[in-house]
């Protein structure tokens, strides 16, 4: 993994179009307002932008439900704005990366739409249709299996006009695609990625890219959850039998899009996959994806089942996360990524650090810390720099996410509003929801809505989402640009060091754990590839609200150089670190 890539060494920023930047004030963010801020990025140091769906939508599911792969939606600009775009952050040396969707599509999408017009439509096998096991006393169709759709519910949709029910793994307007269709995958791939391939962009980031391959025969879901009829279709749906096949094949066709000389790259995310399937997926050799996201350390705290299941945990097992996401690619022509948040996780800082007033600003100086100094590419979400955290006391009805209304529905209808369920389930909520990312961006303390839409334009609307409310207490990106100690000038000097070692930070190997069991250390050490003199890195955390002392693993402490902290320096608390504190050190 240590040959040299500029997607390696890329720091991404993603952008979540809808919650951006607002430049024709109609309350959703657009690629004109993305634009206006390759200034930010640069001054920033992201050298990388993806960009989350922005296709035609009729937005069940934030733009994962795409009516129309080559063409804009309107809200989000034109077409034109989108080339613009690209070949404006081109001129700044800022590669784009876009999100491919290709699971599922859009129920408004044309081809669903003849396939669902009869059986014998040409494209009826596009999709996946199946006949009622039978019919219930009262005549109601009975789903083909027992897969509940990981947004809660059946994962089967009755078509009420062509007597049969389609897969939907997500929302119902979301439906599978049939990838055993070989006509199916060469028009998929044409329109979702050769349309933008030829509109020069620079890689992709491919949703549910472990999906596509499901179990022949669509057996029933084992059954993990007894106290209900469906049931969670991990096992069933995940790295299916074709699934690399399916990805050779689509690197091939990439390949052939591209100009002579060009190089893209895709990140792929898989969630949960044993370790010889993330090697796999990500070997050089392989030909399938150049990197791609696993969950383990962001399912770290949920039942994994019901991402609303807040379960207890210790940092031992956060540490045991991290290594399961990151490291398998150690000594192997496979590559990582390094991520605490993107649109589907809360913010990073309430749920690892600590967001009281007091620890915020530190803690998320600590996870800054943490992430320039793991080997992967780096991937920063919007708003992270800024050390956001989550949308503290909202109400259940402020969440607009389809996945918290569905869940909420069923529970509703099951146990009803005032039930320990439904309290349990706020609960998780308020901690987990995928909404706490999607706020908008606060750009200034001093504008209606943090400065979201465009001041002194017409009359805003109302931002689609709230904004959240920590904007008037100084996490907006004016107010920190101007604090010489804020989280944004933080990160803007971490990402320098990262690409000032980047030898050792970007690319070292042999991470190994030193006091893996402490409940409030995160220490290790890595070292360079170079095989004399190997450089070697010690980096020691401290994830607690209390002073802590520590001590580096090989006795003789006068050998360690210290070259980063997230405190100014003090000579005097050498072997002790305080509260969130972090330092990096060379080893000689
Ligand atoms: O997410 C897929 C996914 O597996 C989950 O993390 C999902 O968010 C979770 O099960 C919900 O509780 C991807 C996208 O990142 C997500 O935004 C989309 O909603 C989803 O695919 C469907 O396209």
Redesign the pocket.
Known sequence: GSQRKWWKEATVYQIYPASFKDSDNDGWGDLPGITSKIPYFKHLGVDTIWI?PFYDSPQQ??G??ISDYEKVWPRYGTNEDCFELIQKAHNNDIKVVV?L?I??CSSEHKWFQESRSSKTNSKRDWFIWKAAKGFDSSGKPIAPNNWRS??GGSAWEWDEKSQEFYLH???SG?PDFNWENDELRKHLYDSSAGFWLRHGVDGFRI??AG?YSKVAGFPDAEITDPDSELQYPGAVTRNGPRIHEFHKEMRKYFEQQLPPGKEIFTVG?V?NCDNSGLLQYTSEEQGEMSQLFN?AHTNVGTSGH??YNVVPYTLKDWKLGIAASFLFANRTDSWTTVYLE????PRSVTRFGNDSPQWRKISAKLLALLEISLTGTLYIYQGQELGQINNLGWDLDQYDD??VKNNRALIREKYGDDSVQMRKFEEGVALFS?DHARTPMPWSSREPDAGFGVYGGHAAAKPWLAVNDTFRDGINVEDELEDPNSVLNFWREALKVRQLYKDTLVYGQDFEFHDLDDPKLFMFTKKTDEHEKPRQLFAALNFSSEPCDFSAPEADAAQLTQFFSNYPALPNVKDTLRPWEGRLFFLQ
């Open positions: 989350c599911d934030m994962y439900d999100d969707v699971n599922h990981f947004f793994l997500f929302a979301q949703d549910t999906l995310e969630g969950f019901f991402r993107n649109h589907d996780q389809v996945d995928r």
